[in-house]
Structure formats: C-alpha cells, structure tokens
C-alpha cells in the first residue's frame, strides 16, 4: 500500500534502546587480495518491545548482518551494541534466543538430548531442564520425534528443533533468521501465532527472512537491505493515513455489483464479481466503503494489491527482484 | 546461574562426545596397533624383558612403539577440537548461549586430556599383563606430557585453520626432518629450526620418562613450554578472531 505508512517510525521512540548498529561495515578479502563489501554504513537501532523484520534479496548481507550482531564476525567498520554492552559481550554475559537460517546440529545427537545439552549451556537449573525442554517440545510438536537422531529429522521438523533451541529460556532478545524455512503452511502459520505470543514489552525479537508477508503481518518495522546498505525501514502499521499516492485495492462483492461504479467511477472489473479500486487514503477507502455497503451492496473482502512492506520493498530494491 | 558452572556441568556431554567419536578410536587403533607390533614378539617378549629388563633392545622397540601410539592418540583427540565447530557451523548455537568461547574451548581440550590419559590407561593395563616391567604411572606422566607439548600445538592449528590434521602432521613431521637436515649446521638455518616444535626432545624424553620416571628438566620444559605456549595463543585467536570467518 503506496505510502500509508510512515516509514521508518519506530513504535516507540521513549521505549529503552536495546540493540544498535552504528555505522557497520564488513568487508571479506580473498587470499588473492580482492575484497567484497558485504554490508556498508550500516546503522539502526531497535526499541525494547519491538519486533524488527529485515528483509532483502539473496545476498543483501542479511546473515551477514546477524553474525556480526552475535559477534561470530567482527565488522570491519563500526559496532554493535546490545544493552550499551558490545554484542559479544553482552551475549556471552546473558545469552539470546537465535534461530540461524543453516540448522547445524551434530547429527548423531538426539533430538531431547540436543535440547537437554542447549539447556545446559544456557544456564537453565538442572531441576528446571526437563521442564522447558519438555514445554518446547510440546510448542513445536516435536513429542513423536523427540528420540530420533537429528539426522534422522525431516527439513521442517529440523527447523522446529531449531526454533526449540531458541525458546528454551526466556530470553530478552530473540534472532530468528529465516525461521519459517522448510516449514509446511501449517506450520508457518503456527510460528507465527508462537512469535505473537512471544511479543512482550520487555522483549526485542529480529526476524530476517525473504517472506514479506510474514514480515508484514509480525513486524513493527522492517529494515529492508540491498548490496549490504540498508535503503529503508519501513513501518508497517497504519499510523498514517494520509497521502498523496494513490493506492490499488482489490474489492470482492457478494452483490451489488451494479452499485460499484455510482461509488467507485473508475473501478476496473476483474471478474468474478472482484474489481480494482483505487484511492489515495484509508479515509477515503472506508467512506466509499460505508457508501457501497448503505447503498446495500455486500462486501466479501478488500485487499490491497501489494502489502506495505511489498510496495515499500519493491521500491527499495527495484522491480527485477 | 552461574555461567562458569554451566559450563562445568556441560563437560559430561563434551566427555561422552569425546568417549563415542575419539576415544573408541584411540583404544581400537592402539590395541590393534599394539598387537601388530607386540605379537610377533609375543614370546620372546617376556622372557627377554624378565631377563635383561630395560636392557634388551625389545625395550627401545616397545618404547618406540608405545610412543608413536601416543602421539597418534594425541592426534586423534585434538584434530578438529575447535575446526570441526566452526567447518560445520555448531558454533552457532552453542555460542549464543551465554557461553564465553574460550572457556568451552579451554574445557574441551581439557576433557580431551583426561580421554587420552584414560585410553592410554586402559592399553597401559594391557600392556603390562605381557610387559610387568612397563611403568603404568611413568607412561601416564609421559601421555600428559606429550598432551600439552603436541596437543597444545594441535589446539592452535585446530583454531587457526579448518585442516587441522593435515597442518598439524606438516608441522610435526616437517619440524623432525627440518631438524634432521639443518639442526647439527652452524648457520642461521640451525638457529632458524631452533624456533620450530622440540619434536627431536621427544624420543629421549619418552625413553627417559617411560624407563625411569625421570627426563631432563630442560627437555620436559622445551616441550611444555612449547605446547602451553601455543594453547594460549589459540585460546587468544579464539578470543580477537572471528569464529565465522
């Protein structure tokens, strides 16, 4: 949706700072001396309370972002900090709830024992393991293949041992990178109603992944990266709803057909009872709206053509992605 | 909870690790070992050794023997401590737990030595039912030794490249010969291999140390010196370096 949203307001500005990115850059030489930028003059910061999404197409430094935040890459310009604490530090001090987009874990060990082994480094009391892994295990349903050996795991079940991992304590922060990879739609839908759950004040959660409607449906914001250099963070509520562009929506009547055009002059039909509306603010889609259904027409459904994050992302990284 | 005892409670997992991947090998590859070099002899062996003890020249075969065991061993346990980690990419959970790197390193190299020092008990125990003269206690202070000297080295190489073995025998094997051929020179080359591993202290350290307990304190420093000294430059490289790269 064409500029209805604000971009890059974050959801709080008064909530307490939780992790930043200032001016980060990371560069990788080859042996043979030729160096690639993988991510420029990165900075950002994300609010307690706050789920930040960070999209961008394959090779955008998404990951490569992620690994210098849990300080398994020290960025080769400026720093990260969580808490005023440099990352490494701080996680090494409190631990995260982080989710990688590449499983690896040693597949000869069980699935339990690998949750029970992932307690024990977390610091979790030994009379407590038990009982989160065995809440874990009951969230991801992973109860019939909690014996099997990692190896022996399916692609989406391996993903679900994964997301367990992370949720094992109740983490401040939570890094999801690509969670919902592999997983069936039943399942996708699933992680999205835990991450919801898991929304908490106190709570800051970032989510990369190529799915722009996840990101849309879970994130406040979303910072959206392209050759390593953020081009926008984009809000994705609906603050504001006022703007000059116009924006495609796409209605379902169930009848009235014959009343669409006394409110909607320029609607293009697309069969099957749908027509492409166009408008230029939710005030003014919602008073064409009231007027359709007073006039007894019956709506089934308005959708907008592409999401926020979709026309926000396109945007930003160009139509060929 | 505190994270210095976390960790502690995790060495159990990193010992049963170490038992299933490297430690069956190390027993199964030193009895075998063991056995194709002391079954010829089988006979002889005991008569031989009751009769002229650390004399008869089957004692510096054994001593050969049992040394190159160990230093296999050491091989064993210490090749992909750290590289096997990072090749495959467990780190990545394991270290966004609250768990300083070093520390889950130091500890594993640590739990390693007690897997070697065991293995080698359990073959030293078989060893001395054919051989009652060998030594069990100077044989463990000569394993531990030759942990921390070639261990050590291992851990470094095991942190700063992902072929670890390969690196580390380049290096074993390579400082013997460099040895061999510029050592006994009186140039700049011979002072130049004085700076690569004391690997030509180890063959009379182990005669030394297995036979009577005691070795050369300038040796045994050498080749402690040297192993501890490269641990901690691989527990520093794990500390500034980057576990992703």
Not at chain 1, 51 to 60: C, D, E, Q, S, V
Not at chain 1, 121 to 134: Q, T
Not at chain 2, 135 to 156: E, K, P, T, W
Not at chain 2, 161 to 176: C, E, H, I, P, Q
């Amino acid at each position: 949706m064409a500029g209805l949203p604000a971009i890059g307001d974050a959801r709080s500005r008064t909530a307490a700072l939780v992790i930043e990115f200032r001016n980060v850059g990371k560069i990788y030489k080859s042996l043979l001396g030729n160096s690639v930028k993988a991510v420029e003059e990165f900075s950002l910061t994300v609010v307690e309370g706050e789920i930040l999404g960070i999209a961008g197409p394959n090779g955008a430094g998404k990951t490569t972002l992620i690994a210098m935040m849990l300080g398994y890459l020290h960025p080769t310009t400026g720093t990260v900090e969580i808490n005023g604490m440099h990352a490494r530090q701080y996680i090494e001090q409190s631990g995260i709830g982080y989710l990688s987009e590449l499983i690896a874990i040693n597949p000869k060990w069980r699935a339990e024992t690998a949750l029970v082994r992932f307690a024990t480094l977390a610091g979790i009391p030994h009379s407590e393991i038990s009982r989160r892994v065995d809440y874990v295990v009951d969230l991801l349903g992973l109860a019939e293949h909690r014996s099997k050996k990692v190896k022996a795991l399916s692609k989406g079940n391996l993903q679900r041992l994964g997301l367990a991992q992370a949720l094992l304590r109740d983490e401040q922060i939570l890094v999801l990178d690509e969670p919902t990879h592999g997983l069936d739609p039943v399942w996708s839908q699933r992680f999205r109603e835990i991450v919801e759950d898991l929304r908490r004040p106190d709570r800051t959660i970032l989510i990369a992944s190529h799915n722009l409607d996840e990101l849309q449906r879970l994130a406040d914001r979303v910072a959206i990266i392209d050759r390593g250099r953020l081009q926008r963070v984009v809000s994705t509520g609906y603050e504001n709803p006022a703007t000059a562009e116009a924006t495609r929506f796409r209605l379902t009547l169930a009848s009235g057909h014959d009343l669409i055009r006394a409110v909607f002059p320029d609607a293009e039909d697309a069969g099957r009872g749908e027509y492409d509306v166009t408008v230029h603010s939710l005030v003014e889609l919602n008073a064409a709206l009231a007027d359709l259904i007073g006039r007894g027409a019956l709506v089934a459904s308005v959708v907008p053509e592409r999401s926020v994050l979709e026309q926000q992302f396109r945007e930003a990284v160009g139509e060929s992605q | 909870m505190n994270r210095a005892l976390s960790l502690a409670r995790y060495s159990p997992w990193q010992f049963r690790d170490f038992a299933l991947e490297r430690g069956a090998a190390i027993l199964i590859i030193g009895f075998l070992w063991g056995f194709v070099l002391i079954a010829p002899m089988r006979i002889a062996i005991g008569s031989e050794l009751t009769a002229n003890g650390q004399a008869s020249p089957l004692w510096a075969i054994l001593l050969q023997g049992v040394s190159a065991i160990v230093s296999l061993s050491v091989l064993i346990a210490v090749n992909g401590i750290v590289s096997t980690d990072r090749k495959l990419g467990y780190y990545r959970f394991l270290f966004a737990k609250p768990v300083d790197p070093v520390l889950y390193y130091a500890q594993l190299f640590l739990v390693a030595m007690i897997g070697v020092v065991l293995s080698m008990l359990v073959l030293a125990i078989l060893l001395r039912t054919i051989v009652p003269i060998f030594s069990i206690g100077n044989f463990i202070l000569y394993v531990a030794l030759i942990y921390v000297a070639m261990g050590g080295i291992g851990f470094f190489v095991s942190v700063a490249t992902r072929f670890d073995w390969v690196s580390l025998a380049a290096v074993w094997l390579g400082s013997r010969i460099l040895r061999g051929l510029y050592g006994p020179k009186d140039d700049w080359r011979s002072k130049a291999v004085e700076l690569l591993p004391p690997v030509h202290k180890l063959d009379a350290v182990a005669t030394s140390l297995i036979s009577t307990g005691s070795a050369h304190v300038s040796d045994v420093l050498w080749l402690l010196g040297y192993g501890a000294l490269f641990f901690v430059l691989g527990l520093a490289l794990l500390r500034w370096g980057s576990l992703a790269d």
